[in-house]
């Protein structure tokens, strides 16, 4: 019976935010078209190549591989280690060096992506504290808000920006954190926050920090974009400022920005527990999570990202690669704020504060659906561009559009 079918009683649902609106650009026949959606890195001449480090590790495992068989349920040990060494490495340390509050407290699992990573983590906590709400910034990646919302629990908005746009409420942020229910988790974007592209300084990590830990508050520290804000060490501040109070909070780590591996699906999951023993079994429940999810995670990944990192060559060319990325990103910003000046589109000095790829232009619909079809530049909501897609051929054209959208 037709009233039976399980696609009876469901209307289809819109497209992805931010996927939904790349279908779009590549649909688009404009030759001029320019897309600033989507948040990947793009270099000058607009691609997303393949990094010289994975290829030469993609070689090596070519001649080395000898099976495809299952990787445990938390991953690949190897993967684990070197991930743990990258998340929490302390400043000016040498490699392979952990900050001392680690102290065997810290477990690690292999995911799909940073995305997965974030998802086991809602999961966790929706599974041993079903009455915890969790906490997003407003604005935020809108998948932390779907991922919240499809685990069943109620999510919460927090302040990101001050009123101008201009630089963090850390007000605001800590007076959520404090008025907080003691058990609820707090997802926190570690560097290059999205969309806004603003983050809390070192110093300012301390004090949400002591005021999460005060409150009891569980973060979920969202790390999508190590090394592309300050560096690879400065941007994992707000890791060191949590461990040093002591308390227990999760790391979702992705290896799709910084090694460029966006369809090989790397990320991992960092448990910190109040003890080793804490972190033991708080890993035992994740496991089970996983096992019922993805089982083990894919293994190809996680196995270029070990031979990067363990070969000391390969690990200071990609920290090379990654210089790059992070140079040219902060490049274009100052270039874009200069062409808006120029292109006399007002005062948009204030985007330079941000870091990372990520600049938030505050269009409304009608003004992003302006850029889309009268000047064929595709950003997503509010306006939040990609400046790694922005090149001095397309900056001059960009700056004049958004100049005539909020004339
Ligand atoms: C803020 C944020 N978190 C997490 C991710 C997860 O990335 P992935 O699942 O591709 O590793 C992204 C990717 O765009 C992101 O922007």
């Not at 935010?17 to 270099?43: C, H, S, T």
């Not at 232009?361 to 889309?372: E, G, K, T, V």
Request: glycine share 8%; charged share 20%; net charge negative.
């Amino acid at each position: 019976m037709a009233g039976s079918n399980l696609s009876a009683r469901v209307q289809a649902l819109p497209g992805d935010p931010i996927f939904g609106v790349v279908e779009r650009f590549k649909a688009d026949p404009r030759p001029n078209k320019v897309n600033l959606a989507q948040g990947v890195y793009m270099d000058e001449s607009g691609s997303t190549p393949i990094l010289g480090t994975v290829r030469e590790a993609e070689r090596r495992l070519l001649a080395s591989s000898t099976t495809k068989v299952y990787k445990p349920i938390a991953g690949d040990p190897r993967y684990l280690e070197v991930m743990r060494a990258i998340l929490f490495r302390p400043a000016g340390a040498p490699w392979g060096d952990l900050e001392p509050a680690v102290s065997g407290r810290v477990e690690m699992v292999q995911t799909p992506g940073g995305t997965g990573a974030i998802r086991l983590a809602v999961e966790l906590v929706t599974h041993l504290r079903p009455e915890a709400e969790i906490w997003i910034s407003e604005p935020t990646w809108p998948n932390h808000r779907q991922i919240v919302d499809e685990s069943g629990a109620v999510a919460r908005q927090h302040t990101w920006l001050s009123a101008d746009g201009a630089r963090l409420d850390i007000e605001g942020l800590l007076a959520a954190i404090d008025a907080a229910r003691p058990g609820d988790a707090m997802i926190l974007h570690a560097s290059c926050h999205n969309p806004t592209g603003i983050d809390p300084t070192p110093a300012q990590w301390s004090e949400i920090a002591a005021h999460a830990t005060a409150r009891g508050i569980l973060p979920i520290i969202d790390f999508a974009y190590q090394g592309f804000g300050d560096g690879l060490v400065e941007d994992a501040a707000a890791v060191r400022a949590f461990l040093q109070v002591g308390g227990e909070f999760l790391v979702a780590s992705s290896g799709s920005k910084n090694f460029a591996l966006y369809d090989e699906r790397i990320g991992a999951l960092a448990i910190v527990g109040a003890d080793a023993s804490a972190a033991t079994t708080l890993l035992s429940h994740v496991k089970a999570l996983v096992r019922t999810a993805w089982s083990n995670p894919p293994a190809h990944g996680g196995e270029i990202i070990v031979e990067i990192l363990s070969d000391p060559k390969l690990r200071a060319e990609w920290e090379l690669e990654v210089t790059a990325m992070r140079t040219r990103i902060a490049d274009n910003r100052a270039a874009l704020v200069a062409a808006l000046a120029a292109a006399g589109a007002g005062d948009w000095s204030h985007l330079a504060n941000g870091r990372g790829m990520f600049a938030l232009l505050n269009l409304d619909d009608a003004q992003i659906a302006r850029l889309r079809d009268d000047h064929a530049v595709y950003v997503v909501a509010l306006g939040r561009l990609n400046v790694a897609g922005l090149t001095s051929t397309n900056i001059p054209v960009v700056a004049k559009a958004i100049a005539a959208v909020v004339a």
